[in-house]
């Protein structure tokens, strides 16, 4: 009964750990996702830039040579086609730069923050994981200790329901010797007498003998019974600890660590949406 309880609660045990490993796994696979995902948007965000940069560039080494780029050196508070085609071009090479900064925080910033709560994720599982080892190994060792408590006080009653079906036999015997004792003794044999007597004195040596053994075995047994109930009392507890709050705590334990993790992933993107605002 304990083995196959013990089996049980440990089969359920790991039935709960996969749920929470596939759980983080998911959660892990997803922020490796997610660094994929800005590493390669760092990429195009770099090279955005560049093409930016390039553009830019062709077309201010295009117009430094020519008469309107000194007219815009001594115009250049007047709006005019040319000032106004300067300013494009000065807004290039500052998007340009832009996305060469906003390349830069993907992969120093984003990426390495979701490295940390990949890791943060990894590390809260194997802590839960430790801990609820720790917990089933006490609650299996509440439930195998019952399962030895119980067994004791089965084999001092079982004792003592023989020691009893014994002695009332003892006493049968002696009920019987009374009997035979007050029938009429005078035309009785003097030898057959002394064989009465004899064998009551056995028979009430023997019931006294059970009568001992008896109240060992009933003192034994009551003595294993009250134990058992004690025991029987704190493994409950101690089940109804382990699935109603220790289980609890330690889903709670990969939730909340999930939850802030979400919280500064968002306010992450927050951050880089309103860059560009």
């Given at each position: 009964?304990?083995?196959?309880l013990?089996t049980?609660?440990?089969?359920?045990l790991?039935?709960q750990q996969k749920?929470?490993e596939?759980?983080t796994?998911?959660r892990v696979?997803?922020?490796?996702?997610?660094q994929?995902?800005f590493r390669k948007?760092?990429e195009i965000?770099?090279?955005?830039?560049?093409?930016?940069e390039?553009?830019?560039?062709r077309?201010?080494?295009?117009?430094?040579s020519t008469?309107?780029?000194q007219?815009?050196k001594r115009?250049q508070n007047?709006?005019?086609?040319?000032?106004?085609?300067?300013?494009?071009l000065?807004q290039?090479?500052?998007?340009?730069?832009d996305?060469?900064?906003l390349?830069?925080i993907?992969l120093?910033n984003?990426?390495?923050r979701?490295m940390?709560i990949?890791e943060?994720?990894?590390?809260m599982?194997k802590?839960?994981?430790f801990?609820?080892?720790?917990?089933l190994s006490?609650?299996l060792?509440?439930?195998?200790?019952?399962?030895?408590?119980?067994?004791?006080?089965?084999m001092?009653?079982?004792?003592?329901?023989?020691?009893?079906?014994k002695?009332?036999e003892?006493?049968?015997?002696?009920?019987?010797?009374i009997?035979?004792?007050?029938?009429?003794v005078?035309?009785?044999?003097?030898?057959e007498r002394h064989?009465?007597?004899?064998?009551?004195?056995?028979i009430?040596k023997?019931?006294?003998?059970r009568?001992?053994?008896?109240?060992?075995n009933?003192?034994?047994?009551?003595?294993?019974?009250n134990?058992?109930?004690?025991?029987?009392e704190?493994?409950n507890?101690?089940?109804?600890?382990?699935?109603?709050?220790?289980?609890?705590?330690?889903?709670?334990?990969c939730?909340?660590?999930a939850?802030?993790?979400?919280?500064?992933?968002?306010?992450?993107?927050?951050?880089?949406t309103s860059f560009f605002?």
């Amino acid at each position: 009964m304990g083995s196959l309880l013990s089996t049980e609660i440990r089969a359920q045990l790991v039935e709960q750990q996969k749920c929470l490993e596939q759980q983080t796994e998911m959660r892990v696979q997803l922020l490796q996702d997610l660094q994929d995902f800005f590493r390669k948007k760092a990429e195009i965000e770099t090279e955005y830039s560049r093409n930016l940069e390039k553009l830019a560039e062709r077309f201010m080494a295009k117009t430094r040579s020519t008469k309107d780029h000194q007219q815009y050196k001594r115009d250049q508070n007047l709006l005019s086609p040319v000032n106004c085609w300067y300013l494009l071009l000065n807004q290039v090479r500052r998007e340009s730069k832009d996305h060469a900064t906003l390349s830069d925080i993907y992969l120093n910033n984003v990426i390495m923050r979701f490295m940390q709560i990949s890791e943060d994720s990894t590390r809260m599982f194997k802590k839960s994981k430790f801990l609820g080892k720790r917990l089933l190994s006490d609650v299996l060792k509440n439930i195998n200790e019952l399962y030895s408590v119980m067994k004791t006080y089965h084999m001092y009653h079982a004792e003592s329901i023989s020691a009893e079906s014994k002695l009332k036999e003892a006493e049968k015997q002696e009920e019987k010797q009374i009997g035979r004792a007050g029938d009429p003794v005078f035309h009785i044999r003097l030898e057959e007498r002394h064989q009465r007597r004899s064998s009551v004195k056995k028979i009430e040596k023997m019931k006294e003998k059970r009568q001992a053994k008896y109240s060992e075995n009933k003192l034994k047994s009551i003595k294993a019974r009250n134990e058992y109930l004690l025991t029987l009392e704190a493994t409950n507890a101690s089940v109804f600890k382990y699935y109603i709050h220790d289980l609890s705590d330690l889903i709670d334990i990969c939730k909340f660590s999930a939850k802030p993790m979400n919280l500064r992933a968002r306010a992450l993107w927050n951050t880089l949406t309103s860059f560009f605002i």
